[in-house]
């Protein structure tokens, strides 16, 4: 598995409360990204400039996952939605999750194994 969009440093990250696939980072270019790899590994789900003098530095959910609290570099907090097609999960979210990491070990393995 790979994350490839980072044009920066990534600071911090964290795993929904709620979502089994779904985390946050939050980055020196001052972005935050939502990413969901029962989906896709490559490309967040959602992004937000938070700022573009700022690096970020700290990044939370809320116990529910609906909503992600960002801070920034000069110890400002920025709060955010997330809507409820991303934080919620599906109820087939774990069989999905645990397909992807399979695939990916499968691959990490015929990699290593030759």
Not at 20 to 41: E, M, Y
Not at 59 to 76: C, N
Request: charged residues 25%; contains cysteine.
């Amino acid at each position: 598995m790979s994350f490839e969009p980072a044009n920066d440093y990534v600071y911090d990250i964290r795993w929904s409360p709620v979502h089994p696939g779904l985390f946050c980072t939050a980055d020196g270019s001052g972005k935050a990204s939502v990413w969901n790899i029962s989906n896709d590994s490559e490309v967040p789900v959602a992004e937000v400039q938070v700022s573009t003098e700022r690096a970020l530095n700290k990044v939370r959910w809320t116990a529910d996952g609906k909503r992600l609290l960002v801070g920034d570099s000069a110890g400002d907090t920025h709060v955010y939605d997330v809507p409820s097609e991303i934080s919620q999960p599906r109820p087939d979210e774990m069989a999905r999750l645990e397909s992807k990491l399979s695939q990916a070990i499968a691959r990490t393995t015929d990699v290593y194994m030759g």
